[in-house]
């Protein structure tokens, strides 16, 4: 089955990888996003799908505009059968969705139509839920809306990050694209069409979404350290008479029968702060202060002494 896969991310290199070693797929081509400044020393360099297609010997095109006419002539060439999206980064219209015979397929993390959109991983953490999962669609003009092939759950456990979780359903969805692109090469994929009434969405994330809002009630704030690690992470203000700067929230636990003004310090013994938020507290077991290393609570505690009755998140750097 001649196969172009689009994807951009880490995510979506389990699913390049497995196509490629799967006997019947075709990988004619792999679409992905143009080289660009990168890390602290702004180096130009290929995101990761790109570096792991050449490392596999795959052909890579990387168009600024993938719906721009030369860039549909040139997948065009490629005749392919399918077209396979994973964590691409670009909407494709309706030329594009037209090129291949039998159809775009996209790979979608959560249980759709759940949390559609940009973050549907972060977002399941941050709401709380135990359980999300893979989807695959058929790919139409709408985000996330087109009928679904197959489905595979994921349990959200107690300690899982963004990070953790997002790796983990990145192995499963691969299975699953792959599957579910048999299953249409086969003649054999279901299509049940979506919800609509039953949608919920998952904006894209921004730096501003982690800080930290100490009104908000402890076990919101704990899912929401655990969503948004490694990226954009949580973060709060020390008072500029403490020597004000932001402290990244990377591990906390809640804590129960704290009391107080949210965003006051009520503890600092055991194994990091506890600030209040809502009716309980939030121990912050691990933190990074800027341009240091990540440390745990009680070591942050005996480098930076704070007192109870501190209140965080008032200051603001300059």
Known sequence: ????????????????????????????????????????????????VAERARSLGAAVLTPENVNSPESVAALATLRPDVIAVAAYGQI???PVLDLPRAGCLNLHGSILPRYRGAAPIQWAIASGDTSTGVTVIF????????????????????DDTGGSLSERMAV???????????????????????????????RKLTKEDGLVDWNMQAEAIHNRVRAFNPWPCCWTTIPFERGGHV?????????????GRPGTVADIGGDGPVVSAGSAGVRLLEVQQEGRRAMGGAEFLRGRPMRVGDLLGTARPG
Do not use: H, W, Y
């Open 247 to 259: 402290l990244r929230i990377l591990r906390t636990r809640v804590e129960a029968a704290v009391s």
């Open 92 to 94: 494709l219209k309706r």
């Open 1 to 48: 089955m001649r196969t172009i896969f689009m994807g951009s991310s880490t995510l979506a290199c389990p699913s390049l990888e497995r196509m490629m070693c799967t006997p019947g797929f075709e990988v004619v081509g792999v679409v992905t996003q143009p080289d660009r400044p990168r890390g602290r020393r702004q180096e130009v360099g290929g995101c990761p």
């Open 172 to 202: 499963v969805g691969a299975g699953a694209f792959v599957d579910a692109t048999m299953a249409v090469r086969d003649g054999t994929a279901v299509r049940v069409r979506q919800d609509d009434t039953m949608a919920t969405f998952a």
């Open 139 to 158: 790919m139409n003009e709408r985000m996330d809306a087109g009928d679904i092939i197959l489905t595979r759950e994921v349990p959200i456990l107690p």
